[in-house]
């Protein structure tokens, strides 16, 4: 793939394709490349002219640089071989009848990609909208109007929503760089894109609509070197999708597909909206706002209602109100009358022009506990929004730092909007709204800042862990359990001491080397949730341990009487008041390859469903986040006068698991359920997995 930015910097654009006819796809394309900077040139043979430009017969006789193809279907791929031929690097594919369609387009879309690679093009599409970039004037699209001009960059995986986008972006302050409808992304995907725009000094804001990431690790890759410079936005579509694969483990049910986006988007540093009006809030706020600096809020406002609502929306970014230094509250009580409140949020009170307002405005921007403000308004008799939407503008200016503003209203508003998105500040009728862009802004101040997290190795005995597997392979199962916990042993992962044993006779021998009462349990591939049939005996005395065992057999043939049993772990029993019962697992994403999961334990992990994801492998750094995010972080920090648990050790174990999957793709799913962790350690008691023997 060569240089992608010549992409939106052509030369002579040859549409394959043009033709007069009304309503067509051809003519539209011609029509919008009239403003184009450089040359168009419509290549038809049947015909002189298109819309008053003279024809060529054939793309190779254009002399393009950039070739856009909105012929049928089944003609596409000479016109793409002859103009690679003469020379074009870059095409943009319009034409559907290819993947999207099934059956020949699907053929016919892998001889496009084959075209693509032996010429080296650069492919759009096919079966999308086409291209533009404004400061070439370059509309290579069907689409019924330009991209407004700006420094937001916008890709998407819909044509729909390209066009939808263009005609909403204009009345609200919204403007591009680039534009690119990727449809099937045969050749070019996001990834490309998100790499062509970090490295373009006109695109300040990458802005995407995406059903699908494809190559999830490689968009990360990407992705996470330019979130260092330019914030992506990205609203992915299909949240509720239900998790798609038949998981055996309980990583497998919990981590569904759109959790591994979720924890891919994070690595990736890109900001994930849910919704397409959230996407342009933060594109308009990322694109016209500086990011604050510190994490206090000021609010200015007339109306107390507001400013109380405001208040509270402030708790749910990752801002604080900001407590004024003196000198401010000075200055806000000299210019503010009897019964305003000079504390944050400020209420200057109903009867304020915008000299108060604005003094007032100025006055907590330049307090050092304030990173940005919002200024909220409601419409009074004395409140001029035409000098207040010019005077916040200003101050913005002067003090550089990120405001967002609520003049609520109706026309009058409509003006004030204006004059507001002319200065970079975006304008919301809910307070909510203009508080949520600023968490917008610090949100990414924390992606920007955030430490390179290079995965932790561990010493590990790989060679033993692959013997594990291999017997499992030799045996022919794909499921395992408490049997390969000499897994864990060679990863370094603290086992209670325990061993699976065919007798009853090998069982009290056991039992007798361990101090004290046994657990013991079933071991059999068969049997899933071993305690759900009575599978596990906690606390077995000496005395019991050879009944036991007759017991948890008779069980296993009762549940399945064919069922595989491979004998009985016998296990020391492990110190469970003063801890917690954890899981640890690992799970295989298609797109984004193997992800580790961590959460509350036990035998009720799936009613909690409390639980982090990340990519693995894992920073320790990253491994420490994912305790901190479960709900039940306090019980790990030692609630109710408890003493906390190791956590230390409980990021390394999730490091080595993760080490271990990374090291061994045949691990398809992992569970170790529960991972008891202790104010003096780790145990893992129980072990489940999933193998795929042919990738061993
Ligand atoms: P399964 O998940 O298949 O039912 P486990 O081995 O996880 O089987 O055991 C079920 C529960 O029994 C655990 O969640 C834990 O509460 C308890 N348990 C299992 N092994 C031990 C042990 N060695 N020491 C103390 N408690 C244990
Ligand atoms: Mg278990």
């Not at 994070?266 to 600096?293: H, I, K, N, S, W």
């Amino acid at each position: 793939m060569g240089e992608l930015s010549a992409l939106f910097a052509p030369d002579r654009v040859a549409v394959v394709g043009a033709t007069e006819r009304q309503g067509s796809v051809g003519r539209a394309l011609v029509e919008n490349l009239a403003e184009f900077d450089g040359e168009v040139v419509p290549v038809n043979p049947n015909c002189e002219t298109v819309c008053g430009l003279s024809t060529v017969d054939g793309v190779g006789e254009a002399g393009a640089d950039l070739a856009v193809v909105a012929v049928p279907a089944s003609a596409v791929l000479d016109v793409v071989r002859e103009a690679a031929e003469a020379g074009i690097r870059n095409v943009v594919v319009i034409s559907a009848g290819f993947g999207e369609a099934g059956g020949e387009g699907v053929a016919r879309e892998r001889d496009l990609t084959t075209l693509a690679d032996e010429y080296d093009l650069n492919v759009v599409g096919p079966n999308c909208l086409g291209v533009i970039s404004t400061p070439v004037g370059l509309n290579a699209t069907f689409a019924p109007r330009m991209a407004p001009t700006g420094a937001v960059s916008f890709l998407s995986q819909s044509g729909a929503f390209v066009t939808a986008v263009l005609d909403w972006a204009a009345d609200h302050g919204v403007g591009f760089k680039d534009v690119v409808s990727l449809g099937n992304k045969a050749i070019l995907d996001e990834s490309d894109f998100v790499d062509t725009w970090g490295d373009d000094e006109e695109t300040d804001v990458i802005v995407g609509y995406l059903e699908a990431i494809e190559d999830g690790r490689r968009f990360v890759d990407v992705a996470r070197e330019v979130t260092r410079e330019t914030p992506v936005v990205v609203v992915k579509s299909g949240r509720t999708e239900a998790g798609a694969q038949a998981a055996s483990s309980h990583t497998g049910a919990m981590a569904g597909r759109d959790r591994a986006y979720e924890a891919g988007l994070r690595e990736a540093g890109v900001v994930r909206t849910d919704t397409v009006q959230d996407l342009f809030d933060a594109a308009r706020v990322l694109a016209g706002q500086p990011v604050p600096e510190t994490d206090g809020v000021a609010v200015v406002t007339n109306a107390g209602g507001p400013g109380v609502m405001a208040t509270d929306a402030v708790g749910e970014v990752p801002l604080s109100l900001a407590e004024f230094e003196n000198v401010t509250l000075d200055r806000l009580r000299d210019c503010l009358p009897e019964g305003a409140n000079v504390y944050n949020p400020v209420d200057v009170i109903g009867d304020a022009d915008s000299d108060r307002m604005c003094t007032a405005l100025d006055a907590v921007l330049a307090d050092d506990a304030v990173g940005a403000a919002v200024v909220i308004a409601a419409p009074t008799a004395t409140l001029d929004y035409d000098d207040l939407a010019a005077d916040v503008a200003d101050l913005q200016a002067s003090h550089g730092l990120p405001v967002t503003t609520c003049l609520m209203g109706g026309e009058r508003a409509r003006r004030a909007e204006d004059v507001l998105e002319g200065a970079g500040i975006p304008n919301y009728f809910d307070p909510a709204r203009a508080v949520g862009s600023l968490g917008t802004l610090s949100r990414y101040r924390e992606i920007r800042e955030r430490e390179p997290a290079t995965p932790t190795t561990y010493d590990v005995d790989r060679e033993a862990a692959r013997a594990v597997l291999e017997r499992a392979r030799d045996r022919g199962t794909t499921r395992l359990g408490v049997e390969a916990m000499p897994l864990l042993d060679a990863y370094g992962i603290p086992t209670p001491a325990g061993e699976v044993v065919d007798s009853p006779v090998e069982a009290l021998d056991v039992a007798e080397r361990i101090d004290g009462p046994v657990v013991m349990k079933i071991v059999s591939p068969d049997i899933l949730h071993k305690s759900d049939i009575g599978g596990v005996k906690v606390g077995v005395s000496q005395e019991a341990v050879y009944d036991a065992f007759e017991d948890l057999v008779t069980r296993a043939r009762n549940y399945q009487p064919d069922a595989t049993i491979l004998g009985v772990q016998v296990q020391e029993m492990v110190e469970m008041d003063a801890g917690v019962e954890t899981i640890a697992g690992t799970n295989r994403d298609p797109q984004f390859g193997p992800l580790v999961l961590f959460g509350l334990g036990g035998v009720f992990v799936e009613v909690m469903e409390d639980t982090a994801l990340r990519l693995a492998p894992l920073a320790e750094s990253t491994a420490r986040e994912m305790l901190d995010e479960i709900d039940a972080a306090p019980l790990l920090s030692g609630a109710r006068g408890r003493d906390p648990v190791d956590k230390a050790a409980v990021a390394e174990t999730l490091g080595r698991l993760s080490q271990l999957v990374t090291d061994f793709p045949a691990i398809l799913e992992l569970d170790v359920n529960p991972l008891v962790a202790n104010p003096d350690g780790v145990q893992a008691v129980d072990l489940r997995l999933t193998v795929d023997p042919d990738s061993l």
